[in-house]
């Protein structure tokens, strides 16, 4: 059975672990009701759409949550779109909700900034860990066989060949046919996805 994404009650992201020992302070002087607003600003100047913020702070009739609320569950999970991929950013670093949603509202400003940089091929990397799994999905597993082999790429032995840019637009060339919208499917994404994660650690420049 999937679960739906709301804004209450929290619906913390599948594949995220939970934060075990949290910290009791934060640097962050701010509300709830000011991180809550300046995330939600963050996130529509970053271009994001159908934006949902998920807490354990229950809705008021004008669909916002109320400002002065401090739930025992501190953790928030926020959802959007952004060129048609949907992505999900959630902390619970923090033993106050104000604090996580602050952190969040910083890591889309953050995202902001190498995006007003000019760097696209870094900004691309660095949200690519965020997109959403579909809801009730299991998380990724690394590649059960070896990269290279899910790649296509077995002829192709040692650092000679080892670059990004060659691994990169191999991933692009096999993700046209094993992405689930182009008749493939989430197993055969997931494990193209995991390949290309150990081919990049592995890679030279």
Not at 140 to 150: F, I, L, M, S
Request: with cysteine.
């Amino acid at each position: 059975m999937t679960k739906k994404i709301t804004a209450f009650p929290l619906r913390w992201p599948d594949g995220w672990k939970r934060t075990t020992n949290r910290k009791r302070a934060s640097a962050y002087k701010t509300s709830f009701a000011a991180a809550y607003d300046d995330t939600l600003r963050e996130l529509r100047l970053f271009g994001a759409t159908a934006i949902v913020i998920s807490t354990e702070v229950p809705i008021n009739r004008n669909g916002r949550p109320y400002a002065d609320a401090d739930p025992a569950e501190p953790g928030v999970a926020v959802y959007f779109t952004r060129k048609q991929q949907p992505y999900v950013l959630a902390c619970d670093l923090y033993d106050r909700l104000r604090w996580n949603m602050r952190a969040v509202g910083l890591a889309i400003a953050g995202l902001r900034a190498v995006e007003r940089s000019g760097a696209a091929h870094l900004l691309d990397r660095a949200v690519a860990g965020f997109a959403a799994l579909p809801s009730g999905a299991p998380a990724p597993q690394p590649a059960a066989r070896p990269w290279r082999e899910v790649m296509n790429l077995e002829g192709f032995q040692g650092p000679s060949f080892v670059m990004r840019a060659g691994i990169e637009a191999q991933y692009k060339q096999l993700a046209r046919t094993r992405h689930p919208d182009a008749g493939g499917s989430d197993a055969a994404m997931a494990e193209l996805n995991a390949a290309r994660e150990e081919a990049l650690r592995e890679c030279s420049e």
